[in-house]
């Protein structure tokens, strides 16, 4: 048994007050989590303090709040670990994570009689209600009810189940693995500047439908959340919902799964995502360098045909970005023959081989990573395949989940 002080962000409305932080002391073994740290000061300090909570093992998704300023489960995270969190935090920048913008209760110093506190705060991007507990419903199920969370299949229904191919559904067991906890909602950056984003939670969940063979309003689907100004577009890929998911969905990767299945509809995309990713590629491919100008010629204005007969929407893009080429030029940090698309110099002939040799590779090897799928590549003998032997599409060293 330990002790620890954990630094709670409370707030009554009842009250009538305003939030406040209350430090409580607690006792128990390394091992057990934040959230039995907090039912103990429930228990045996204030049992007016709120906290959401149900299955304690990560599965019902109830627990989801800030932890040292991280968005997790309290019931999946460790207190000997937040413990060493906190005192790294402070270790490092001299402050935990709590703002001081609230009044302490409880304790009077921030230091409590067991060391740095672990700060505990309600999830980010939502109201809260009382204490810990956030309203999900204006945040989140709202956003998940924005993008049909149910199948759309034609014709008749089967007479019985659908049967589908099982390597078909591996590319969507990481989007199903979502246990609705919103902790990628409260860490989304997006969402903090444009509260209507669909947001990671919802687009992982529109991704699952998107990606299922049995759905088919695919297209439809598609062209609503491309073209919802607040839809797949506004995701600054920042990463923040991949550090939070305590699942492993991967949320943004499956918002950049949907953009590159609009980029493939033709659906287009006001930032020309799409178009710049595939320039890339291509740039890539040919020199082994990057010809920044070339880039740009050939997100706007792809291929021999956008040249020739470049598209309005092309023109304008080209001329919008000169200012970005002309800047450089006039501090000379980039000589003329690098503002000239197709002047820059590309990789020597061995080194290119290289680079196509990585090219073969990757068109040879397609299947898109997912942490779903366990072990490597080949370690399935071909008569295990023949005898029906599948790839476990449960998350390697995660536990069985809801699968939602
Ligand atoms: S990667 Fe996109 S969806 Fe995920 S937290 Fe960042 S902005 Fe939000
Ligand atoms: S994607 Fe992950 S973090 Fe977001 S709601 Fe689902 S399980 Fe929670
Ligand atoms: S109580 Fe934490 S996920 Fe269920």
């Avoid at 990671?200 to 919802?228: I, N, S």
Wanted: charged share 30%.
């Amino acid at each position: 048994m330990a002790e620890y002080t954990i630094k709670v962000r409370r707030f009554q409305p009842e009250s009538g007050e305003g939030p406040y932080w209350e430090q409580f002391e607690v006792d128990l073994d390394p091992s057990l989590s934040v959230l039995d740290g907090l039912l103990q000061a429930k228990d045996k300090e204030d049992g007016s303090l709120a906290v959401r909570c149900s299955c304690r093992a990560a599965i019902c998704g109830s627990c989801g709040m800030k932890v040292n300023g991280q968005s997790t489960l309290g019931c999946k995270t460790q207190i000997g670990e937040a413990q060493e969190q906190a005192d790294k935090m402070v270790g490092a920048t001299g402050v935990s994570a709590a703002v001081a913008d609230s009044p302490i209760r409880g304790e009077g110093s921030d230091l409590g009689s067991a060391g740095n506190p672990i700060v505990i705060e309600p999830m980010g991007n939502m109201p809260v209600i009382k204490d810990l507990i956030t309203d999900m419903e204006s945040t989140h199920w709202t956003k998940i009810r924005r993008v049909t969370p149910w199948l759309l299949p034609h014709g008749e229904p089967p007479e019985r189940e659908y049967v589908v191919d099982p390597e078909s559904m591996i590319d969507i067991t990481q989007s199903m693995a979502c246990i609705q906890c919103g902790a990628c909602v409260s860490s989304c950056l997006s969402m903090e500047a444009d509260p209507d984003f669909i947001g990671p939670a919802a687009l992982a969940k529109a991704y699952r439908f998107v990606g299922d063979p049995r759905d088919a309003e695919t297209q439809e689907r598609l062209h609503d959340l491309a073209e919802d100004p607040h839809g797949i577009y506004d995701c600054t890929h920042c990463f923040s919902c991949i550090d939070a998911c305590p699942k492993g969905v991967a949320p943004m990767d499956q918002i950049m799964r949907l953009r590159r299945k609009a980029g493939e509809e033709g659906i287009e995309d006001p930032n020309a995502g799409h178009a710049h990713e595939m320039a890339f590629v291509k740039v890539i491919e040919k020199k082994g360098l990057l010809d920044e100008a070339l880039l740009v010629q050939e997100s706007y204005a792809p291929g021999v045909k956008g040249k020739l007969k470049p598209s309005k929407r092309g023109l304008t893009e080209t001329i919008k970005s000169l200012p970005t080429i002309l800047r450089p030029l006039r501090k000379r940090k980039v000589k003329l023959r690098q503002a000239i698309p197709g002047l820059h110099h590309g990789l020597p002939k061995d080194e290119m081989n290289d680079v196509k040799s990585i090219y073969k590779h990757a068109e040879e090897h397609n299947e898109e990573f997912n942490l779903y799928i366990k072990g490597e590549e080949g370690e399935l003998a071909e008569d295990d395949v023949e005898k029906g032997i599948e790839r476990s599409t449960e998350p390697a060293g995660q536990e069985a989940d809801s699968g939602q």
